[in-house]
């Protein structure tokens, strides 16, 4: 194992490209959370609109996104991960800026404020798959657990640090204030972009179609077991945490606990600050061999810790998910510098992609399932349930050879 060391995470900041990297997608980061408060503000007040309404909005900024990433990974291996981050952050400044000038105007219909949404939606789609391949082009193997740790740290960083001034500009200023700031934070990521040196560009012999690159991303990952094998264990761990977590916890706070919003805002914060510890953990500490096996062996430990969730008291259901949180956090940042390490750069756009639809692409189907599986047999069977699947992935991953010896 290596040695606990805060310099392993910060390492990668030494990099004056990784940190401009860094330093612009967090403050992007920070906007989002004003987006996110805006947007809802935006129906529910200024157009007085219905749950129905607000409920389209949000699928709006989350639908399209889903099978863009698959584009955008083709896109990032024929173009480079820098500047298809930087397009992608320069349309979201575009959207984000209609969004404020709609607001400003009071002329905003619902199937307006959806196509906006929707390309935002699709910028950020393409843009996923860059994010998660560009650490490899700018940092050696040994730094990218503390990369993608620094990585996976900025959504945390702008939901914890971002969502208070959020709230208060909205309330005070007005949504448009909001969306312009949104639109502000995406214009310094295209500036620190612009700073970085440009990325090296695979060769290409020839010029092949997108449904050749496609066709050829899905033989590469076909031919690796041990990718296939992480894939599977990504999306099982998916559909057991995404869904019991966004429908149960409500339902466990308020039918089992009877804590109301305050006792469901202390299980939120309880898993949010086991992701963000598990993110520095894993920065700071991680194996050097078989961590392909140690990553079976993180989410075999969680199984029992989301299964208890639902059967504790509320200090001890805190206690499962902020451990549920810590390892969670601890598998991503494996996760992605597995895939990092052990893919070709040239493949690494598209097999991203094949990573974003594992982790989101099955959000819909956890949701509906959970929701159920709960009205049908109850809370505590969804955890079970949760707990179970993650389990039986998790053992089924140390059955595959390869990926056990994967280092």
């Given at each position: 194992?290596?040695?606990?060391?805060?310099?392993?995470?910060?390492?990668?900041?030494?990099?004056?490209?990784?940190?401009?990297?860094?330093?612009?997608?967090?403050?992007?980061?920070?906007?989002?959370?004003?987006?996110?408060?805006?947007?809802?503000?935006?129906?529910?007040?200024?157009?007085?609109?219905?749950?129905?309404?607000?409920?389209?909005?949000?699928?709006?900024?989350?639908?399209?996104?889903?099978?863009?990433?698959?584009?955008?990974?083709?896109?990032?291996?024929?173009?480079?991960?820098?500047?298809?981050?930087?397009?992608?952050?320069?349309?979201?400044?575009?959207?984000?800026?209609?969004?404020?000038?709609?607001?400003?105007?009071?002329?905003?219909?619902?199937?307006?404020?959806?196509?906006?949404?929707?390309?935002?939606?699709?910028?950020?789609?393409?843009?996923?798959?860059a994010a998660g391949s560009?650490?490899?082009?700018?940092?050696?193997?040994?730094?990218?657990?503390?990369?993608?740790?620094?990585?996976?740290?900025?959504?945390?960083?702008?939901?914890?640090?971002?969502?208070?001034?959020?709230?208060?500009?909205?309330?005070?200023?007005?949504?448009?204030?909001?969306?312009?700031?949104?639109?502000?934070?995406?214009?310094?990521?295209?500036?620190?972009?612009?700073?970085?040196?440009?990325?090296?560009?695979?060769?290409?012999?020839?010029?092949?179609?997108?449904?050749?690159?496609?066709?050829?991303?899905?033989?590469?990952?076909?031919?690796?077991?041990?990718?296939?094998?992480?894939?599977?264990?990504?999306?099982?761990?998916?559909?057991?945490?995404?869904?019991?977590?966004?429908?149960?916890?409500?339902?466990?706070?308020?039918?089992?606990?009877?804590?109301?919003?305050?006792?469901?805002?202390?299980?939120?914060?309880?898993?949010?600050?086991?992701?963000?510890?598990?993110?520095?953990?894993?920065?700071?500490?991680?194996?050097?061999?078989?961590?392909?096996?140690?990553?079976?062996?993180?989410?075999?430990?969680?199984?029992?810790?989301?299964?208890?969730?639902?059967?504790?008291?509320?200090?001890?259901?805190?206690?499962?998910?902020?451990?549920?949180?810590?390892?969670?956090?601890?598998?991503?940042?494996?996760?992605?510098?597995?895939?990092q390490a052990n893919v070709?750069k040239e493949m690494l756009?598209?097999?991203?992609?094949?990573?974003?639809?594992?982790?989101?692409?099955?959000?819909?189907?956890?949701?509906?399932?959970?929701?159920?599986?709960?009205?049908?047999?109850?809370?505590?069977?969804?955890?079970?349930?949760?707990?179970?699947?993650?389990?039986?992935?998790?053992?089924?991953?140390?059955?595959?050879?390869?990926?056990?010896?994967?280092?």
């Amino acid at each position: 194992m290596k040695r606990l060391s805060l310099t392993r995470m910060i390492g990668p900041l030494s990099d004056r490209d990784f940190r401009l990297l860094w330093i612009g997608q967090t403050i992007s980061a920070l906007g989002n959370s004003f987006q996110v408060i805006a947007v809802t503000w935006l129906v529910l007040q200024q157009l007085k609109g219905s749950p129905l309404d607000l409920a389209l909005a949000m699928l709006a900024l989350s639908i399209p996104r889903i099978p863009l990433t698959l584009a955008g990974g083709i896109i990032t291996d024929r173009l480079d991960p820098r500047t298809v981050m930087l397009w992608s952050d320069a349309t979201r400044v575009a959207t984000s800026g209609a969004l404020g000038l709609l607001a400003v105007t009071g002329y905003a219909p619902l199937w307006l404020l959806c196509m906006l949404l929707s390309a935002h939606s699709v910028a950020t789609g393409i843009f996923d798959p860059a994010a998660g391949s560009i650490p490899p082009h700018l940092v050696p193997r040994e730094q990218l657990d503390g990369a993608n740790s620094l990585m996976a740290l900025i959504s945390q960083l702008g939901t914890l640090i971002g969502a208070l001034p959020a709230g208060l500009v909205v309330a005070t200023l007005g949504t448009a204030a909001a969306f312009v700031i949104n639109a502000l934070s995406f214009a310094v990521a295209v500036l620190a972009a612009l700073l970085m040196a440009p990325l090296a560009r695979a060769l290409r012999e020839t010029k092949k179609s997108l449904l050749h690159d496609a066709r050829d991303g899905v033989r590469y990952v076909m031919s690796f077991p041990w990718l296939i094998a992480l894939l599977l264990i990504d999306t099982c761990a998916a559909l057991a945490a995404i869904g019991p977590t966004s429908v149960g916890l409500p339902l466990i706070a308020r039918d089992v606990l009877h804590v109301g919003a305050e006792g469901y805002s202390l299980l939120l914060w309880s898993f949010g600050l086991g992701s963000v510890l598990g993110f520095i953990l894993s920065g700071v500490y991680s194996p050097t061999r078989a961590r392909g096996r140690f990553f079976c062996l993180i989410q075999i430990l969680e199984a029992p810790l989301l299964a208890g969730v639902a059967f504790t008291p509320l200090p001890l259901m805190m206690f499962c998910l902020a451990g549920v949180g810590l390892l969670n956090g601890m598998l991503l940042v494996l996760f992605l510098s597995l895939i990092q390490a052990n893919v070709a750069k040239e493949m690494l756009g598209r097999v991203m992609s094949f990573v974003m639809l594992a982790s989101v692409g099955f959000v819909p189907l956890s949701l509906y399932g959970s929701g159920a599986i709960a009205g049908t047999w109850g809370t505590r069977i969804l955890f079970l349930v949760a707990g179970a699947l993650t389990l039986v992935s998790a053992t089924a991953g140390l059955f595959v050879r390869c990926l056990r010896r994967l280092d």
